[in-house]
């Protein structure tokens, strides 16, 4: 199991979730997780671990560090932020409780989500389950990127960054963008501008069997690579990052909430929660003629 140590609400939870295993399953820490919680129990480093699942408490960003490290099944906990890849609500009255029966249970089922293996300065960079972002070194400064499809250059574009996202991160930094929200169940990658010059330009969704790459066009002025916010890598004017489908998919637990239930009532889909029905009613026929 791994919580965010910096936060005191995902500490609570893991030390309930060590309590509600109570010798039903065996229990390993990651290294950080245990220290904060000063339990003596096994522990060792996340890519170390053996074990049929990973429990991660905290949000998104807890979710995607482990992601980083280790490709065991990951149930995600949301310990009170935002979590939009969570599974389940630990605020909740008897989520957890529930939850962790049915861990012991087997009653439970795996769900495999695209990422995104990247290339940048010949140097290979960890998987991405949200997005590769390249993006200026400068606040307020744009760059001039040159995007590649399959080898071939197909344009360029003045902006302060490209999102090269996957359907699951099609709901992060890629909305702030504009792009489109992708069902996860459709394998795609999604290449969007970040605030671009011309502001008519708009995502484009690519065969994830294709290749694309992003270059900062000019040789004095470089930039940063950052995958799934977690991690960042220097890249110098000239250099490109080559981003392709991962062979390897991201693993959640999930306990049978659909994709769309977890994001309604989160300001994301287009629908209104209570819209109304225009005076219809909830199943109006409509006539077949005019």
């Keep these: 199991m791994t919580a965010n140590p910096q936060k005191p609400a995902a500490l609570a939870v ?21 220290a904060a919680l000063g339990l003596a129990l096994p522990s060792g480093p996340i890519g170390s671990i053996r074990a049929d699942l990973l429990v991660a408490v905290g949000g998104d960003g807890t979710f995607l560090s482990a ?21 389940v609500d630990t ?13 012991v249970r087997g009653a439970y089922h795996v769900e495999e989500r695209m990422r995104l293996a990247s290339v940048a ?45 996957t359907p699951t991160g099609s709901t992060s930094y890629a909305l702030s963008a504009l792009g489109p ?24 969704l690519l065969d994830p069997l294709r290749t694309v790459s992003v270059r900062l066009v000019l040789p004095e002025k470089g930039g940063v690579v950052v995958v799934d916010g977690q991690s960042e890598h220097p890249l110098a004017g000239g250099e490109s990052v080559l981003a392709y489908r991962s062979p390897r998919k991201a693993s959640f637990i999930r306990f049978g909430a ?22 219809l009613g909830d199943h109006a026929d409509f006539p077949a003629t005019p």
Excluded: C
């Design 14 to 34: 893991a030390r309930e979730v060590v309590e509600g295993l109570g010798g039903r399953a065996e229990v390993v820490l990651a290294e950080e997780t245990r």
């Design 67 to 87: 992601l980083q490290q280790t490709t065991i099944p990951i149930l995600p906990l949301n310990a009170g932020t935002v979590g939009f890849l969570s599974e």
């Design 181 to 204: 929200v992708i069902d996860p169940g459709v394998e795609t990658i999604v290449v969007t501008a970040l605030a671009p010059f011309q502001a008519t330009q708009r995502a484009v």
């Design 258 to 279: 659909g994709y769309f239930q977890r994001l309604k009532g989160r300001q994301i889909l287009p629908w209104g929660a209570d819209a109304g029905d225009g005076g």
């Design 121 to 165: 300065g010949g140097n290979q960079l960890p998987d991405a389950t949200n997005e590769v972002v390249v993006h200026t070194s400068q606040v307020a400064k744009m760059r001039l990127f040159e995007i590649a499809i399959d080898g071939d250059p197909v344009g360029r574009v003045r902006a302060d960054g490209i999102i090269l996202a």
């Design 91 to 103: 605020r909740q009255p008897g989520a957890l409780s529930t939850a962790l029966d049915r861990l």
